[in-house]
């Protein structure tokens, strides 16, 4: 080793480790520069291997050599670590277990692990010896850090997915199961033995972990190992064994929880992984589950980590006795389940669910006193926290849909993580509310009744002073709304609601917040299941005051959802809720002002979009006032882009609802659009949303609106993602005001497509092309030299593009070409040319060319508008007094056959045919004209001067015909009438004269 470049690495980290920025940050430089470097992660270990060196430096040094591991050892990585140093590495780093430093021990077990997953076993074939020496070493410091990296090693060689490698893993399982089962029942006797050393109890939370991914992953059928069948029987009186240990003084408490926590995962994880084969300890396991969550005298003690580890294995279940369908009587599926089948069924007597399910009514699900605590001291947080990581999508807010319920039946563990994702799993109050729902969902003809009389039994008010009674009254009332789809028909909520709940809702003493709160979400539920349309004003007289600023906050927040789920139904009536718009949305405004956490603001915002949405137009009358509260929100939420993102929707909801656009409106685009900033990122589809609407609501282009129109050349430029939405708001920008966009924008904007649309993949080039087809109808007369840059460009596009699969591309092209035709052929005509020049030919060559090519691809083209408006143009090319064009009679005549046959259609009343689209005013509105927006109106008054729709097609076709006749003479035109094939021949003088 060289000792000069060692002593440089060993400054330059000690400099990198510096206070002082001026030393600190051209050390970073340094280090950074080295990374691909032959020799320097060879002198990082040995720098990390020094431990007379300062921790602060060999923590820097084993952080630079992890980072290097992970961008250099892999052997297709750019700069790869050389052979003979990975070989040195990999020595260094077994060579010893003796790290004194816990943080530096457990990065250098990481190192290993990442190497052991690239060069296990092949390259590294001492590493398991070494470790399985280690860990039987005499040294106590030896064993511990040889555990750390095996725990580590397993964990990642165990996420290893192909076929080889989990064969590869499986095999080391066989070897190193039986090892580890002896290392840990020694440790484990070692410990309840002699309870004060909590290094026995280190090295046993290290083997179960190693254990339960040994025991996961390594098996193909666990339960036919011996040594599996043993381990996993003798976890469950371990748990009860190590659970008495928990009042010793001398333990460390977090780390026996988290020990007692990682034995309850063994069987919930092999449950999860391997259902059929956990079917052997199925009974064992809800017998161990139930007397430990579910016995009053066991469960005082329990941490709440445990009692969650209990509640998901009970939800989980039912997967293992979960069979294929019926059919003539046989069920179908492996014997494992029919057996768990079995054992479900001789295990939940109906008084056992009837103890379990009143146990998590009345003992689990009552709100605790630190909650009632956190609901005092902080209710915004309290109200988060309640419904696990996010209140807004707890599976206790959201109501369940029939279809869930069917995926309920036919997959319970899916269902679940899908109402909820994994964040039950995580949270002690949904965790014990998905499995009251599991439970009674499963068993509800059992249970039904016990809900029932707990209801009966708490329906009557309770005192206000009796708060036991009110959290168990709040429970079951908890309980009868997570259940509100099984109960649909044994609960009358109109007659419940109308006594009881109202009466309720109208005892205002503070304790008795807890069951107002309840009855809110109550009705929020139960609207969308079974709630009569006509008590709905009176359900909305009675939540809004439960908004108001005289009641608590968290009583607030639960109506402004309970009142979403109500309007958040099939049967809202807009008209029915009329009365009540503008002082509800007083209301939420005063809410939106009172809450300061950024979600609960979200949320109320939300609730305000939504019911503008749902009002739709109806909301114009209340727009201003409103808009008016926007403003100030957008200024105070400076730092939080979540609530402006929801602002913003805000804003396009009610712009769209009212047909106004507020001067909040380009300001708020504009920071959403500005490409330099960080919001952009992920307020910039909002954004362009917005600025869509703005621009199809508004009557004329203000000066704010105008003034962004540079913003949209930077967004397309450099998000390609957004290319459609662009487009859009590019048209728009054309149609509200044509004639400013020829004086001023037409130019930087030709620039733009000229840039881009070679580059452009096919969605890319299709949606920006259109603007280029809106451009030439609506330029003003002839000269169309400010477009010329870039339909100088469509010869060649149209060449470029041989394969059928970019038809929609070709279609948009052709009629592009085919309107410059109708609008002056002697400009089509010199864009010939100059493709001619371009491509070194001449321009009867490429006349020829091109012509081929529109009559080959015409077939493309699907929509029957385009279809006319090349058929006018093919019509009005022939008049060109070009002997190429005239070369090509036949065929053009037989493309616009063709054409004639899908735009003519039989008259009423004769036997003429007539134009589909000029004869019929029906055909001038199309049926993309329904939201009765500005924006469709000027497309549809740009349609009174579409040829589309003011030509008659067999009129304008005789008409070119008869100038061409007129121009070659009769005997000429005979001659190329004569060249037609005989069947189109007669097919075309169904509508023209020849």
């Known amino acids: 080793m060289n000792e000069q470049a060692y002593s440089l690495v060993l400054e330059t980290l000690r400099q990198a480790s510096s206070q002082n920025p001026e030393v600190l940050k051209p050390a970073e430089e340094k280090l950074k520069s080295w990374n691909t470097e032959p020799g320097f992660h060879l002198y990082l270990v040995n720098i990390l291997k020094n431990r007379n060196i300062d921790v602060t430096v060999r923590w820097l040094g084993v952080l630079c050599l992890k980072n290097g591991v992970d961008r250099y050892w892999r052997k297709s990585a750019p700069n790869e670590i050389e052979s003979s140093e990975k070989e040195s590495l990999r020595q260094i780093l077994i060579s010893d277990f003796q790290e004194p430093i816990p943080q530096i021990e457990l990065q ?95 090295r046993c939370l290290s083997c179960v972990k190693i254990l339960r991914k040994l025991l996961v992953f390594g098996f193909k059928k666990p339960d036919e190992s011996p040594h599996v069948r043993q381990f996993v029987s003798e976890v469950f009186p371990q748990i009860s064994t190590v659970l008495q240990l928990e009042t010793h003084p001398s333990i460390d408490k977090t780390l026996l929880n988290k020990y007692i926590v990682n034995l309850i995962k063994v069987p919930l994880e092999y449950h999860e992984h391997h259902p059929l084969s956990f079917v052997l300890f199925l009974n064992q396991s809800l017998e161990f589950c139930v007397s430990l969550a579910f016995n009053q005298q066991a469960n005082l003690g329990l941490k709440e980590r445990k009692v969650l580890c209990y509640a998901q294995f009970f939800t989980t279940h039912d997967k293992t006795g979960k069979k294929k369908p019926r059919k003539h009587g046989k069920v179908y599926g ?10 479900l069924k001789q295990f939940f007597s109906q008084a056992l669910l009837e103890h379990v399910t009143l146990a998590l009514v009345t003992q689990y699900m009552p709100l605790t006193q630190s909650e009632l605590n956190t609901w005092d001291e902080d209710p915004e947080t309290s109200l988060c926290e309640e419904g696990g990581e996010s209140w807004k999508y707890s599976i206790r807010y959201m109501p369940l849909t029939q279809s869930e319920l069917n995926t309920w039946d036919e997959d319970p563990e899916t269902s679940l993580c899908e109402e909820g994702g994994e964040s039950w799993k995580y949270s002690i109050r949904p ?51 997570l259940a509100a789809f099984d109960l649909y028909d044994r609960i009358d909520v109109d007659e419940w609601f109308q006594t009881s709940l109202r009466e309720e809702l109208a005892m205002k003493h503070n304790n008795y917040r807890i069951i107002r709160k309840r009855v809110v979400w109550l009705l929020g539920n139960w609207s969308n299941v079974k709630f009569s349309s006509e008590l709905r004003p009176l359900l909305y007289e009675e939540l809004l005051p439960l908004m108001g600023p005289d009641e608590d906050l968290v009583v607030r927040l639960s109506a402004c959802k309970a009142f979403k789920m109500c309007v958040d139904d099939f049967e809202f009536n807009t008209e029915q809720f009329l009365p009540f718009v503008h002082i509800y949305f007083n209301t939420l405004y005063k809410l ?55 602002i913003v929707n805000t804003l396009t909801h009610l712009t769209a609802a009212s047909g106004k656009v507020h001067s909040i409106v380009p300001q708020v685009v504009k920071y959403c659009t500005d490409t330099e900033q960080e919001q952009c990122l992920y307020m910039l589809e909002d954004g ?19 003034q962004l129109y540079p913003s949209l050349f930077n967004v397309i430029r450099e998000t390609s993602e957004h290319h459609a939405p662009c487009s859009k708001i590019l048209r728009a920008y054309i149609l509200l005001d044509p004639s400013s966009f020829f004086s001023t924008k037409v130019t930087p904007t030709i620039s733009l497509l000229c840039d881009l649309l070679p580059s452009l993949r096919l969605e890319g080039f299709t949606n920006l092309i259109k603007c280029l087809e809106l451009c030439v109808r609506v330029v003003p007369s002839p000269p169309l030299a400010p477009l010329h840059p870039v339909l100088s460009l469509l010869i060649n596009f149209l060449f470029e593009d041989t394969d059928h699969t970019f038809w929609f591309k070709q279609s948009l092209i052709l009629c592009i070409l085919s309107r410059l035709i109708l609008l002056d052929s002697s400009y089509f005509l010199t864009l010939v040319q100059e493709a001619a020049q371009r491509n070194s030919t001449t321009q ?14 015409t077939r493309l083209v699907t929509q029957p508008q385009r279809r006319k408006v090349i058929g006018l143009a093919y019509a009005k090319l022939l008049t060109c007094k070009s002997v190429i064009i005239l070369n090509k009679f036949a065929s053009i005549i037989e493309q616009v056959t063709e054409i004639f046959n899908d735009v003519m259609r039989m008259a009423a009343q004769g036997n003429e045919f007539e134009d589909a689209f000029s004869s019929d005013p ?53 001659s190329l009438v004569s060249s037609v094939d005989s069947e189109v021949l007669k097919n075309l003088q169904d509508y023209v004269h020849i």
């Open 108 to 202: 250098v077990a990481v190192i290993i692990s990442k190497i052991a997953r690239f060069d296990w076993p092949n390259e590294w074939p001492q590493l398991v010896p070494t470790l399985l020496s280690a860990v039987q070493d005499k040294d106590s410091r030896t064993q511990d850090g040889a555990l750390v990296t095996w725990q580590h090693v397993v964990k990642a060689l165990s996420s290893k997915r192909l076929c080889g490698d989990r064969k590869l893993f499986q095999d080391l399982t066989r070897d190193l199961f039986p090892f580890m089962i002896e290392l840990y029942m020694v440790h484990l006797k070692l410990f309840i033995t002699g309870a004060t050393d909590n290094s026995h109890l280190r």
């Open 334 to 343: 492996p014997p494992e389940t029919h057996q768990a089948d079995e054992i």
């Open 431 to 481: 965790c014990i509310e998905t499995l009251f729902l599991t439970i009674f969902h499963k068993h509800n003809s059992l249970l039904i009744p016990l809900l029932l009389s707990l209801l009966q039994e708490y329906r009557p008010p309770a005192s206000p002073s009796d708060m036991q009674r009110i959290l168990v009254k709040d429970a079951v009332y908890n309980a009868i709304g």
């Open 592 to 646: 939106l002002c009172d809450v300061k956490e950024c979600d609960n603001k979200m949320h109320v915002l939300n609730v305000c979009s939504f019911l503008i949405e749902r009002m739709g137009s109806s909301i114009a009358d209340f727009a201003d006032n409103i808009f008016e509260s926007l403003p100030l929100l957008w200024a105070q939420s400076e730092e939080h882009n979540l609530l402006r993102a929801a």
């Open 688 to 706: 362009l949303e917005l600025w869509m609407r703005a621009l199809y609501h508004s009557t004329t282009l203000s000066p704010t609106l105008d």
């Open 844 to 857: 009867d060559a490429m006349l020829s060319s091109l012509l081929d090519d529109m009559l080959t691809k």
């Open 922 to 974: 029906l055909y001038s509105s199309p049926i993309f004209f329904n939201e009765h927006l500005r924006h469709d109106e000027r497309k549809k008054e740009l349609t009174k001067f579409d040829p589309v729709y003011t030509v008659h097609m067999n009129q304008f076709v005789q008409t070119k015909l008869s100038e061409v006749c007129s121009q070659v003479g009769a005997e000429t035109f005979a």
